[in-house]
């Protein structure tokens, strides 16, 4: 079967770096999505990866190793904003994404 | 009408009752897609559609219905709604001819079936 995972909950402090490690086994990959979700909102669009390396955009990067089946999402200088839920979601063979259930984050002053 | 829009925004529904859930988009993307949302799931796909007047299923399609008789509108219609459909929906549309073909999310429907 095809499987999305990401630690279910992780605390970091303000102003301080956290890696949000997804790992995945599906069938055929045609790209991994990153997305951020506040509570009660819905998940947006935060940074995509299909080949392997370091994606950076502002204060979040995303790091893709496709061997390994393995991506993480680099948040540094965290702020109280950045409580949420990060989504790794991969694109099949189906061309269909396959969501892992989401990494709550919460960020303490 | 800016992005994604759906309605309700939330509902709560006698078992057995008919329900749709309405989804416009006006970015004129080609495909669209309905998810539910349950607490320590990832994201399920209900249906998708690639481009107007075409349908296909998802991972878990029984119990649901959708149409997409346009570019703009994908309603989902629970025929006769039942308590494990309890959830929130969201829809989603993206550009599939696009480099990346990626997702934006309406704020989504929250469903209670008693």
């Known amino acids: 079967g095809q499987n999305i995972d990401q630690p279910t909950e992780m605390t970091a402090t303000e102003g301080a770096i956290v890696q949000i490690n997804c790992t995945y086994q599906?069938?055929?990959?045609?790209?991994l999505f990153w997305y951020q979700q506040h509570a009660g909102e819905a998940p947006t669009f935060l940074s995509y990866n299909v080949l392997d390396g370091l994606e950076e955009k502002g204060r979040f990067s995303s790091f893709l190793s496709r061997s390994k089946g393995y991506s993480y999402l680099l948040l540094k200088e965290l702020q109280m904003k950045d409580s949420a839920s990060y989504l790794c979601?991969?694109?099949?063979?189906?061309?269909?994404?396959?969501w892992g259930a989401g990494t709550k984050l919460i960020i303490k002053p | 009408i800016a992005g994604i829009t759906q309605a309700p925004t939330s509902q709560i529904l006698a078992a057995g009752r008919r329900m749709t859930l309405r989804c416009t988009q006006d970015m004129r993307h080609n495909a669209m897609y309905w998810y539910r949302q349950d607490l320590g799931l990832g994201l399920r796909l209900i249906h998708y559609?690639?481009?107007?007047?075409?349908?296909g299923k998802g991972e878990v399609p029984d119990g649901y219905s959708v149409s997409r008789a346009n570019t703009d509108d994908f309603p989902l219609t629970l025929a006769s709604a039942v308590p494990s459909q309890t959830s929130v929906y969201f829809c989603?549309?993206?550009?599939?001819?696009?480099?990346?073909?990626?997702?934006?999310f309406g704020p989504g429907t929250r469903l209670t079936v008693l």
């Open positions: 989603a549309s993206s550009d599939s001819s696009g480099a990346t073909d990626t997702q934006y």
């Open positions: 599906t069938s055929g990959f045609n790209g």
């Open positions: 979601a991969v694109r099949d063979s189906n061309y269909q994404l396959i």
């Open positions: 559609s690639n481009t107007a007047g075409t349908t």
